[in-house]
């Protein structure tokens, strides 16, 4: 067949002009606009939203001076309060990533009658207002609820103590982590396991050496959720932990009583140490994070 004159040919990029420089592509249209616009819009909107409240913090606690400052965020009611917050969190954490695993399996590798509505229910705790999970957890876990009258014989106690906390952090963490994982593990390839179960690997071979590595960026990610979204959590708290000083008493609940009391010093004294607490864990697990991407994507 003839070939078509240069004129009746459709455009390619492998056309070169006359002074046999590249033919120039079209220039791509953005819809939002152009870059200068759009920083500006978004610097000025995390100004306004996060990065001007959360100056105030330190510049209001700049003004009570090192001492004064040591003195509030070392006493011993701060501190247990502290000890709580940050173990209860990491403990729900590590609870939800393992169930949330689970979960998110059974949702995507299973089909059984009721798993759409199972799957919608994983989303409540986003929907749920946290005082009325917190009434209702205190309600089911006291010694004369539904579940807490079957460890109460046992001895042991559930809500208004440290172990209530957990209960309550493990309800409103669990849906980051099944949430992250659950869209890997759809866009995962079957055929990758095939390959591993023809070579003779068994099922926790499979899982272990194929699975893992691909799950574990977002499990990592639903981990840091998890942990930070506990580690603010007030309202489901409040109610289940019994507020009592140097036992169940967390650090949102502690910095609320001493808005309450006008000590407003010592309330941004410990939200700044919540604050570079939350900043240096996030930075660091963002970094474990981004090395194991790396690590098993290579």
Known sequence: MAELPTKFRPETPDDKLEDGQPAKSPKRRNVLPGFGLSMGYTVLYLSLIALIPL??????????????????????????????????????????????????????????????????????????????????????????????????????????????VIVALTFIGLPFVVRTIQPVLQDLEAELEEAATTLGATHMQTFIRVTVPVLMPATITGFALAFARALGEYGSVVFISGNMPMHTEVVPLLIMTKLEQFDYPAATAIALVMLLFSFTLLFLINLVQRWSTVRYAS
Do not use: H, K
């Not at 105030?56 to 040591?70: D, K, Q, S, V, Y």
């Not at 509505?117 to 009434?135: C, R, Y």
């Open 55 to 164: 100056a105030t913090i330190p510049l209001e606690t700049a003004g009570m001076g090192w001492n004064r400052f040591w003195t509030v965020i070392a006493s011993s009611r701060v501190l247990a309060a502290f000890e709580l917050s940050i173990g209860a969190s990491l403990i729900a954490a590590m609870v939800n990533v393992v169930f949330g695993l689970a979960v998110a399996w059974m949702l995507v590798r299973y089909r059984f009658p009721g798993v759409r509505l199972l799957d919608s229910l994983i989303d409540l705790p986003f929907a749920l207002p946290t005082s009325v999970a917190g009434i209702t957890l205190t309600a089911i876990y006291a010694q004369n609820g539904w579940i807490g009258s079957w460890f109460a014989p046992l001895g042991i106690r559930i809500a208004f103590t440290p172990l209530g």
